[in-house]
């Protein structure tokens, strides 16, 4: 008998790569990139979970770094303000799940322009209400979050000790959440979403419970952001109103675009390379203006993303 | 809260509601000559206001308010010709997102154009400080400016639909671009024109409101989504209800000014619009409105 063909190969070459990246700059002596690398994990995290809403069942959210800031935001108060300190990520995921939740019953009814504009409009509420509220530090965000003790001494902080463990899990989470979204859309959900991208009444003639997966994926991929956000927050040790900004959320829409739409692969390649440049400071004054182009020129000349570019390439020759 | 102090909020809500029906109208031309829900159409305001600025450092003021509103037209004729034109059939996500990612670009570049800073036209007529008595409340006569600029915006687009050969062709193109083909009208010139007339619009509301709101960069998100809202509620076609919407939401936001703090200004209106998106998403006047409702098939995705 063929032994089944192995699918976790591309998993094992990404946990090698990332393996071989931080024994290369550590050895290199260059591990301050280190840095940049987990914050680019931790956007990466936002990417995915928009990927799945998005590329696999067709809903846009152009509000997503609403999601991010609430799990950031809540995180930050609980661990400043004296609570338990395990307390503040599952609370970050789970207010930023709720609110999806809420949101998301009444929002997902709508379609096309009007998804789009409800969903920045609930961005642009987030933004405005941080920016207006003075426990969430208004313009000058929350700052001094202390770290995120997890198992074993394990902390999720931004202390220059503990770097390389923090890139570590950073992306073993990032690992964890594509091998959950790669198994969710090979599954029957993955499917009955598809189906409800490609014509909403026709899945629902098939049996599929439209309103619920929508629900389902919307909740999902706003807990990727929200624990993104709160991981973040305390990474950074603080969190900012330009979290929520809408050029974040364009941003990842952006990189998901980028990345081919349905695609989570692509949306991880593109997401940490870009993030990453973008963290250095690559792209200098113009970082908006970047992510912008590129997502007018994606959309214009290759709405199939760059790997589906260079896939026409190769046929055509 | 005395009688003229709620006339003063009134007057004042009447005026922000208006420039939101402008954009909502910005919205209507171009949806019913393209089909694509422009998200740039905020932008279109602050171009028109930051650009009325920088001519009216050396010319008068009416002459760099006619410049902004020409050269903003002319933006939103060249974002449709070198973006737009000659796509066929996009989706509707593709054109959302082109179109937002254009939005972006516009902000962008203004941000490096111009600066971060806030940026404000003087006062069409009188100074800072002057002051119209109306039934006892003061208002500024900016606010009388933005009224009867938009009434004439309003009046003249309802006359140019209604009465001339182009904006009847351009009717015929919205609710049947064959039939218009077939009849002889050449359908690619209205839609460059449908962006003319929607850019030109929002620039002109745009320099109008100048001196009241001030001009920023990145004023064009919330206005483009209060604005959309208005264009909703009057079902994507209709001028009077999207005038109607706006004053609503208008007043409602400046009354929510004397209930909460200022800072809540745009969360109270853009919870009212989500509300109202929501609730009414096939407009006010659902029976007379098309059928591309929210709910219903809105065509490739």
């Known amino acids: 008998m063929m032994p089944a063909r192995f699918r976790g190969a591309p998993l094992l070459a990404l946990a090698g790569l990332v393996v071989v990246a931080q024994a290369a700059l550590s050895a290199l002596k260059a591990d301050f990139y280190l840095t940049q690398l987990t914050m680019a994990a931790w956007y990466t995290l936002v990417a995915l979970g928009l990927c799945l809403l998005m590329g696999y069942a067709g809903q846009v959210s152009m509000g997503h770094a609403g999601f991010f800031a609430i799990g950031g935001y809540t995180a930050a108060v609980i661990s400043t303000a004296g609570a338990p300190p395990w307390l503040s990520i599952p609370a970050g995921v789970a207010a930023t799940a709720a609110v999806a939740f809420l949101v998301g019953i009444p929002v997902l009814r709508l379609r096309g322009h009007y998804l789009a504009m409800a969903t920045l409009a609930f961005g642009f509420i987030v933004s405005r209400i941080i920016l207006g509220t003075s426990l969430l530090g208004q313009a000058d965000g929350i700052s001094d979050i202390p770290a995120y003790g997890l198992v074993a001494g394990l902390a999720i902080t931004g202390r220059r000790a503990l770097r390389v463990q923090n890139y570590y899990i950073a992306w073993a989470v990032v690992l964890l959440g594509l091998i959950l979204a790669l198994n969710l859309v090979r599954s029957r959900t993955g499917r009955a979403l598809r189906a409800i991208h490609g014509d909403e009444e026709a899945a629902a003639a098939s049996g599929i419970n439209v309103a619920r997966h929508k629900l389902a994926v919307f909740v999902l991929s706003a807990v990727y952001a929200g624990l993104a956000g709160a991981c973040l927050a305390h990474f950074n040790g603080g969190i900012g109103p330009g979290e929520a900004g809408i050029m974040k959320s364009v941003r990842y829409v952006a990189l998901v675009a980028a990345g081919g739409m349905a695609n989570l692969w692509g949306t991880l390649t593109v997401s940490a390379g870009l993030t990453f440049l973008s963290l250095r400071g690559a792209f200098g004054l113009f970082d908006d203006a970047v992510f912008g182009g590129l997502l007018v020129a994606i959309m214009l000349f290759a709405p199939e993303g760059v790997f589906g570019l260079l896939r026409r390439r190769e046929k055509a020759s | ?301």
């Open chain 2, 1 to 301: 809260m005395s009688a003229a102090q709620l006339l003063q909020y009134l007057l004042s809500g009447v005026a922000t509601g208006s420039i939101y029906a402008i954009v909502g109208i910005g919205f209507t031309i171009i949806y019913n000559s393209t089909g694509i829900i422009n998200f740039a159409q905020g932008e279109f305001l602050m171009l028109g206001g930051m650009i009325a600025v920088s001519l009216q450092a050396f010319l008068p003021l009416t002459a760099a308010i006619a410049g902004a509103v020409v050269v903003t037209g002319l933006v939103g004729v060249a974002v449709q010709l070198v973006f737009l034109s000659w796509l066929k059939k996009p989706g509707v996500l593709r054109m959302i997102i082109i179109t937002i990612g254009l939005s972006i670009l516009m902000r962008e570049a203004a941000l490096h154009v111009w600066d971060e800073k806030v940026h404000a036209l003087p006062p069409w007529s009188g100074d800072e400080t002057s002051s119209l008595a109306v039934l006892g409340a003061r208002i500024s006569p900016q606010v009388a400016w933005v009224l009867a600029v938009s009434a004439l915006m309003v009046a003249a687009l309802t006359l140019f639909f209604r009465f001339t050969l182009t904006g009847k062709a351009m009717r015929a193109c919205a609710s049947n671009p064959a039939a218009a083909r077939l009849c002889g009208i050449r359908a690619p010139w209205l839609v460059s024109l449908s962006f003319f007339l929607a850019a030109a619009m929002g620039a002109l509301a745009g320099c109008v409101v100048s001196p009241l709101t001030q001009t920023q960069y990145d004023m064009g998100t919330s206005l483009a989504v209060k604005g959309f809202t208005c264009a909703v509620l009057g079902g994507l076609g209709n001028v009077s209800a999207a005038v109607g919407a706006g004053i609503l939401v208008g007043v409602l936001e400046s009354a929510s000014i004397s209930v909460l703090p200022l800072a809540y200004k745009d969360v109270v209106a853009l919870t009212i619009m989500l509300a109202i998106l929501l609730l009414r998403p096939q407009g006010l006047f659902a029976g007379m409105t098309r059928k591309r409702g929210p709910l219903g098939r809105v065509g490739g995705a």
